[in-house]
Every structure is written in structure tokens, then in C-alpha cells.
């Protein structure tokens, strides 16, 4: 069988990928290692709940926003999206105090300036920046796929300086960065498109997923389905065979041969290269790729309360203390996100996951070991790492502690098994303001029909990986017409 598209990896990018393709009537297959698709979306079971792995919130999903949007055009909306409070969708708990942020561009602003009124001024004109960032990415997007990348202003400036540039108050820097868990927050590298797309899009409004990001991977895969696609678990691809410059076949860890015409890599770039015959592109690319280093990764405790015993909170919550924020190898825990599962019925919740950034060398004498055999040691590290994240988080939750029924713990050697993500890496290639054109990506590749997609491209969150979706088809596509 020949199909137009083969796709590697079944996280958001590859499924989305395969969607947007199918529906335009080629014939897609999604070949993912794991058994259970959706790479970074994927959800595990434990005595009897289900527990996200690596999706929590989203912004931007209201009706006209720009999220609604992208994810309306991979069928996304009907699923149980479920908003965050509009007053308080964020709080950040920074040494001992709580600020909290609101949805809309005014409130957020007026909100923020209740604590900061000396800040007005700066407060408006950070949030209109972030507002224009966000509106010109949408309007680039709907009509003009190839403009989203031409703000060389906005692409080469660091975050770090413009916060430094448009707020003059410590606190309120802090205050600002403390939401960014959701990208690797690093003084030196992380562009401002990053920082200002991320959130930014978290002003209009901000989303949870009742019953967890699973549901994301279900959906786009039962439309694949639906529509004639194929999507293949537990089938890795180990090489692919290039001739003068075009992939002429895949094979899988089974034995099988598979055909396309073309290919989407939905998995690090690096990764992919490593399934390429030696000579299929040039040393200079291979060098390139190889040498592009990696956000950092994220420890996660999965945690089962006793019933009826912690109330929900309908905000997301970041917890700071004597942070080092803009400093990603800072050692010790600092920070921690919080995020509340969307009760079943009710107003209390039986899980909440808590999350920090963690370094790879803190894992990486464990590389090799299989996953639940690692040995006492691993054990004794997650313990103590664990340990450390519940003192902070107790701070602003001392009632948490003591209503543990189960905890359950993952670290960046957990991604790196899983995922095989680069370095157990949460967001994937590390974005660098000063070489931008070194680590932003392509879609199409010095192999003619194949194609990067997914978060290590341009952006990352489901929102960055839908951006880099909807480019990768549009080159797909004008590749398969062939309309170069
Ligand atoms: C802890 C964590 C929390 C996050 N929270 C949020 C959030 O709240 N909101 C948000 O917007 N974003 C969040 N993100 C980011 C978001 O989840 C990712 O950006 C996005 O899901 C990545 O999608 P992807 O397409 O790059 O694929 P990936 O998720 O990287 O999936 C790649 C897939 O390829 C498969 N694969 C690998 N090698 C092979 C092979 N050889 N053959 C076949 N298949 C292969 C893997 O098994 C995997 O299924 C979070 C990420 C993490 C890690």
C-alpha cells in the first residue's frame, strides 16, 4: 500500500497533521512507538483515576478568540473544555503573598495595577504589546501563513529585556515571569515571541479540559479514522531509506516496509536525522541538529487526594519562594505550579498535579535503567524531590499535606523513556534570541518529501504546536499538488 503521508509520532502535531490531512482527502497513517498515542498528551491509570501527563490549561478559547480558532479547524471544540475563573484565572504566591490576574485585556491590567499602582502606565503598555503580539499572529495565520515569521523585531528581541526595558519594579517582574512554567524562562536565550505568544494568549480567557488532554489525542484520532486515515500503535519507525534526496521507504521495529510519497517527522528533529542513512542530507544540517540544546525537563507529582477534603480551586496557582526565575539551573525546588483536575460533580476534586522544572543531569546517571526498576537510589532522589515540592506548595496550601491519599511521581528520565524526548526536554528545542535562525526550524528539510512538525519547530503548548500544524500542511500539501 502506498500512502501520500506517513507520519512519525502521534503527539499533537502528528495527529493534527494527519487530521487536517485526511480531511483534505489524502491518505494519511500515523505510525507512534508507544502503545497509547498522543505523545505528551498521553494519560495513565491508577487505581481505577486517570492522570495527565503533559497538559493542563490553555488560553484564548472563547468564542472568536484565536485558540478557538486553530482547534475548530481540527474538530477540538466540542470536547468538555471547562473556563477558569475571569477574576483570578492565575495567582501567583511569591514570598508569602498572592497576586492574582484576570482575564480580559482591561481588568487585566486594572487587577494588576490594585497592587502596583505606581505601575499603571507600564502594566498598559506591557499588556498592549502582548495584545498586538497576539493579534498579528492571529490575523498571519488566517490569512498569510508565510507573514508569521516576518516581525524581525518582535523574533530577535529577548523577553528578558523587554520585561527589563517595560516594568520598573522588581515584584511586578516577578509577578509577571511567575506564570511561566509553561516555557523555560532563561535570561540569556528565550525570545520574546515565545514569552508574548504564551502569555498573552492567556489574557482573553484561560481553559482546563475536563477528564484530561487525552481526550485531544482521542478525538483527532477517531476523525483520522473516520475519514479513511490509519494510526498504528506500539509500530516505531527504526530508518528510513533515502535516495538522491527523497525518502523512498520507512521501516518499522516489526520488519515492515511502508511507502508514501511523503513524510512528517512529528518527533525531535535530532531524532529524526538518527533514522536517515549517513549521507541522506549534508554533515553541515546533521551538525546544525545535533548541536541545538534543549529546554529543560519537568518533575510532576500525580496526586490522589482523600475524597471530599481539599475544595477546588478554579485558578491556576504559582508558587514562588526565594526564586531564582529567570535562572533555569538554579538548584533546589523554588517553584511549583498547581493544577486542579476539573471535578466530576461537585466542588472538590480528588487529583492535582504538581509540577517544577528539573535539570537532566539531575537524572541522567539513571539513563539505561527501565522504567519502575531504576533502583533505591532513583527511588530516594524522587523522594526527596517530592518532599521538597509539598513543603513549598504547602506554603500557600498547608491543607494539602495531610490529605495525600497516593502520590505519583515522574521525572525527565520518565519523558525521555516515554517520549523519547531529547534530554527528558518538556518544550523541546531551546529557542535562542541571539541564534535565532540557528534554532527555529523549517517544516521542509534538505530531504525533499520530508517534513518537521511538533513543538520542537517554532513554538511550543497546544497552541505553538497548532501554529506549526497548520505550516507543516500547507507545504505538505503544495508538495503533493506539486505546486512548488
Ligand atoms: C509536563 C508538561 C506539561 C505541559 N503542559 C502544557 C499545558 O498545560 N498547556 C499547553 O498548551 N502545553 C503544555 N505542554 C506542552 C505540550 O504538551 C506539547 O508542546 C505538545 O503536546 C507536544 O506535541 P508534539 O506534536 O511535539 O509531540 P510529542 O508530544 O513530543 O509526541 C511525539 C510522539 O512521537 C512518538 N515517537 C517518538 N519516536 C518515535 C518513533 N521512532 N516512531 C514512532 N513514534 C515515535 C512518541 O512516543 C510521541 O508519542 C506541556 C508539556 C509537558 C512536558
Not at 4 to 33: P, R, T, W
Not at 98 to 112: D, H, I, R, T, W
Not at 377 to 385: I, L
Request: aromatic share 12%; with cysteine; glycine share 8%.
Amino acid at each position: 500500500m502506498e500512502y501520500d503521508v506517513i507520519i512519525i509520532g502521534s503527539g499533537l502535531g502528528g495527529l493534527q497533521c494527519g487530521y487536517m490531512l485526511a480531511k483534505k482527502g489524502f491518505k494519511v497513517c500515523v505510525l507512534e512507538k508507544n502503545y497509547q498515542i498522543g505523545g505528551c498528551l498521553q494519560s495513565f491509570r491508577r487505581n481505577g483515576y486517570t492522570f495527565d501527563t503533559g497538559f493542563h490549561h490553555v488560553g484564548s478559547l472563547g468564542k472568536g478568540e484565536s485558540l478557538y480558532w486553530l482547534l475548530d479547524q481540527f474538530n477540538l471544540m466540542h470536547l468538555p473544555w471547562h473556563q477558569l475563573d475571569s477574576d483570578a484565572f492565575d495567582e501567583v504566591f511569591l514570598d508569602g503573598k498572592s497576586y492574582c490576574l484576570a482575564n480580559g485585556y482591561e481588568p487585566f491590567v486594572e487587577k494588576l495595577s490594585e497592587y502596583f499602582p505606581h505601575q499603571h502606565s507600564n502594566i498598559k503598555a506591557y499588556t498592549h504589546f502582548l495584545k498586538q503580539t497576539n493579534e498579528n499572529l492571529f490575523q498571519g495565520l488566517k490569512h498569510d501563513l508565510a507573514s508569521v515569521f516576518q516581525q524581525d523585531e518582535l523574533i530577535e528581541k529577548s523577553a528578558y529585556q523587554f520585561l527589563q526595558q517595560t516594568i520598573d519594579d522588581d515584584c511586578l517582574r516577578a509577578v509577571l515571569s511567575g506564570t511561566s512554567l509553561k516555557m523555560e524562562l532563561n535570561a540569556a536565550t528565550l525570545p520574546l515571541y515565545i514569552f508574548a505568544q504564551i502569555n498573552g494568549s492567556y489574557i482573553p480567557s484561560a481553559w482546563r479540559l475536563k477528564g484530561g488532554g487525552y481526550k485531544i489525542a482521542e478525538s483527532l484520532k477517531t476523525d483520522i479514522l473516520a475519514m479513511g486515515g490509519e494510526v498504528h500503535v506500539h509500530t516505531p519507525v527504526t530508518n528510513m531509506e533515502v535516495t538522491d534526496k527523497q525518502i523512498t521507504k520507512i521501516y518499522t521495529d516489526d520488519g515492515e516496509c511502508w511507502n508514501a510519497q511523503c513524510v512528517i517527522s512529528d518527533i525531535h528533529p535530532a531524532s529524526t536525522l538518527k533514522l536517515l542513512n549517513k549521507e541522506a542530507v549534508r554533515k553541515s544540517f546533521r551538525s546544525r541538529i545535533s548541536s541545538l540544546d534543549n529546554s529543560f525537563g519537568i518533575f510532576t507529582a500525580n496526586i490522589k487526594l482523600k475524597d471530599n477534603t481539599v475544595p477546588y480551586l478554579n485558578r491556576n496557582l504559582y508558587i514562588h519562594q526565594n526564586a531564582d526565575m529567570w535562572n533555569p539551573s538554579q538548584k533546589g525546588v523554588h517553584s511549583a505550579f498547581v493544577n486542579f483536575s476539573v471535578p466530576e460533580s461537585g466542588n472538590t476534586t480528588n487529583k492535582v498535579d504538581i509540577l517544577t522544572k528539573m535539570q537532566w543531569d539531575e537524572v541522567s546517571k539513571w539513563v539505561g535503567t527501565a522504567p519502575n526498576h531504576r533502583g533505591q537510589e532513583y527511588e530516594e532522589m524522587k523522594q526527596r524531590k517530592c518532599e521538597e515540592l509539598l513543603d513549598l506548595v504547602s506554603l500557600r496550601l498547608p491543607e494539602l499535606k495531610n490529605n495525600i491519599e497516593t502520590i505519583y511521581t515522574s521525572t525527565p528520565l520518565t519523558y525521555s523513556d516515554y517520549i523519547d524526548t531529547e534530554n527528558g526536554s518538556a518544550y523541546g528545542v531551546r529557542k535562542d534570541c541571539n541564534q535565532l535562525y540557528h534554532t527555529i526550524l523549517l517544516t521542509v528539510t534538505p530531504v525533499h518529501n520530508l517534513f518537521f512538525t511538533g513543538q520542537n519547530i517554532n513554538f511550543h503548548g497546544i497552541f505553538g504546536v497548532s501554529i506549526t500544524t497548520l505550516q507543516t500542511c500547507w507545504m505538505v500539501e503544495k508538495f503533493l499538488k506539486k505546486d512548488y
